[in-house]
């Protein structure tokens, strides 16, 4: 079992910047690839990003590219999503997901566990 715990949501200005973390436990972390996905009210769950095991290998949703910077630490069993220049429309739940394929998913079905949640709001 592994557990996530996302935290450092909040509320923003637009244009301002923000860090999540997300921690992990339960399992080596460096055995498994991480992933940020986002939720808005009344929309599917998004990708955002996904670093694998060592941090070699990175992605990103296309409209992110350039504002959103995935990193991990597997010393702190911790991976971090630095979201900077936010907007209004980045306003959504944002959690963070381990899964432990050799790939890094994009699709959120393929992940295995996922943390609850934290909120970010980015007004205008």
């Known amino acids: 079992q592994v557990q996530l715990v996302e935290s450092g949501g909040g509320s923003v200005q637009a244009g301002g910047s923000l860090r999540l973390s997300c921690a992990a436990s339960g399992r080596t972390f460096s055995t498994y690839v991480m992933g940020w996905f986002r939720q808005a009210p009344g929309k599917k769950r998004e990708f955002v990003a996904a670093i694998n095991r060592t941090g070699g290998s990175i992605r990103y949703a296309d409209s992110l590219k350039g504002r959103f910077t995935i990193s991990r630490d597997n010393a702190k069993n911790t991976v971090y999503l630095q979201m900077n220049s936010l907007k209004p429309e980045d306003t959504a739940v944002y959690y963070c997901?381990?899964?432990?394929?050799?790939?890094?998913?994009?699709?959120?079905?393929?992940?295995?566990?996922w943390g609850q949640g934290t909120q970010v709001t980015v007004s205008s």
């Open positions: 997901a381990a899964d432990f394929s050799a790939v890094v998913p994009t699709n959120p079905t393929q992940y295995d566990y």
